[in-house]
């Protein structure tokens, strides 16, 4: 609520105030985790840590908490989940309140990954649910370094004559082009996606209906915008849609299908190009979320990630990892 930012932005110009008079003396706590790990805060017990968290802060010392989920993608030395604590001159306080919840992060680790289904088994639960369904295609995600262009999901959804399906967004710029030339309106035999790599599978061949041309377009993010770039939307004879763009994005706004010619709310399937930072949009919008495995390029499990720079030992490469502070 609007208030509830206000009041809190007080909160934050009081505490600046009290560091530059001297009044308060921020001292950093650090845990390393010592952990690869992906951590959902859209599910428990993960949720329920960071409410704990929340409510902690501004209490007992407690200036702010934070929890580094680390990018598991990322491969430097510094790769990995941590945990900050900054407390009002309370070093020893901190410490330990770092280590609590750092063993409180790996204690559910194991147990709090989502389960990845392949995409016909993905489409198979839509189908069975009633209303609007959202899946996830977290492997073929810009935000994590894949090129956002793979055809799988396309070439199901349109195998299986889906009709008032969706998938977005797919990274495209020559397609783009190509649409913008035959102009919105157009029927034609069309070719798109499947271009970057091996992992992006065949090119699209249909017959397609440019449904929209927006230049320089965008979709929101938590209250900002994010360009996309031109982006055109085809839609297929059998009624699958697919928004393409030509700046290179993940999806995390449900305006990226709305901006461009699709109505999501009244789609049967939405398959997003995104891990996560779809969810707080799409959610209210889904009769449930649904969380897949493609044949994009990234993957959920760090052992199959070729890391050079990462320190070790570290979980789960070493079983034997152990958290530690570090500062």
């Known amino acids: 609520p609007?208030?509830?930012?206000?009041?809190?932005?007080?909160?934050?110009?009081t505490m600046v105030t009290d560091m530059i008079k001297g009044?308060?003396?921020?001292?950093?706590?650090?845990?390393?985790?010592?952990?690869?790990a992906y951590f959902p805060t859209d599910r428990q017990p993960m949720r329920g840590l960071v409410d704990r968290i929340s409510a902690m802060e501004g209490k007992n010392g407690v200036l702010s908490i934070s929890i580094g989920h680390g990018f598991s993608q990322g491969d430097t030395p510094d790769t990995g989940a941590r945990i900050l604590v900054i407390t009002d001159n309370a070093k020893a306080y901190g410490d330990k309140l770092a280590e609590e919840i750092g063993h409180a992060l790996v204690a559910m680790r194991e147990i709090i990954q989502?389960?990845?289904?392949?995409?016909?088994?993905?489409?198979?639960?839509?189908?069975?649910?009633?209303?609007?369904?959202?899946?996830?295609?977290?492997?073929?995600?810009?935000?994590?370094?894949?090129?956002?262009?793979?055809?799988?999901?396309?070439?199901?959804?349109i195998a299986r004559k889906v009709r008032d399906s969706a998938v977005a967004p797919l990274w495209?710029?020559?397609?783009?082009?190509?649409?913008?030339?035959?102009?919105?309106?157009?029927?034609?035999?069309?070719?798109?996606?499947?271009?970057?790599?091996?992992?992006?599978?065949?090119?699209?061949d249909a017959e397609i209906e440019i449904v929209a041309c927006v230049?320089?377009?965008?979709?929101?993010?938590?209250?900002s915008l994010v360009p996309l770039g031109d982006v055109a939307t085809l839609r297929t004879r059998e009624?699958?849609?697919?928004?393409?763009?030509?700046?290179?994005?993940?999806?995390?706004?449900?305006?990226?299908?709305?901006?461009?010619?699709?109505?999501p709310r009244q789609q049967k399937i939405l398959v997003v190009k995104s891990n996560q930072h779809f969810y707080a949009a799409f959610a209210p919008i889904a009769a449930k979320v649904?969380?897949?495995?493609?044949?994009?390029?990234?993957?959920?499990?760090p052992k199959r990630l070729p890391y050079k720079l990462v320190r070790r030992p570290i979980w789960p490469l070493d079983r034997s990892a152990k958290g530690h502070l570090i500062l």
């Not at 230049?215 to 929101?220: L, Y």
């Open 239 to 263: 009624g699958v849609s697919a928004v393409l763009i030509s700046t290179r994005a993940q999806a995390m706004g449900i305006d990226l299908f709305g901006n461009h010619g699709v109505d």
């Open 290 to 301: 649904i969380y897949a495995s493609g044949d994009g390029p990234l993957t959920s499990n």
């Open 23 to 36: 009044r308060i003396k921020p001292v950093k706590s650090v845990w390393d985790c010592r952990t690869l």
């Open 172 to 204: 495209d710029p020559m397609a783009v082009r190509l649409a913008f030339d035959s102009g919105q309106g157009t029927r034609t035999p069309f070719r798109f996606g499947g271009k970057v790599a091996r992992t992006s599978g065949k090119p699209v």
């Open 2 to 13: 609007h208030t509830d930012f206000v009041a809190r932005g007080h909160e934050v110009v």
């Open 215 to 223: 230049p320089e377009s965008f979709q929101s993010f938590a209250g």
């Open 114 to 157: 989502p389960k990845l289904l392949k995409p016909d088994d993905a489409i198979d639960e839509a189908l069975a649910i009633k209303g609007t369904v959202v899946i996830a295609d977290t492997t073929d995600n810009a935000g994590g370094g894949a090129p956002s262009d793979n055809t799988t999901f396309l070439h199901r959804l």
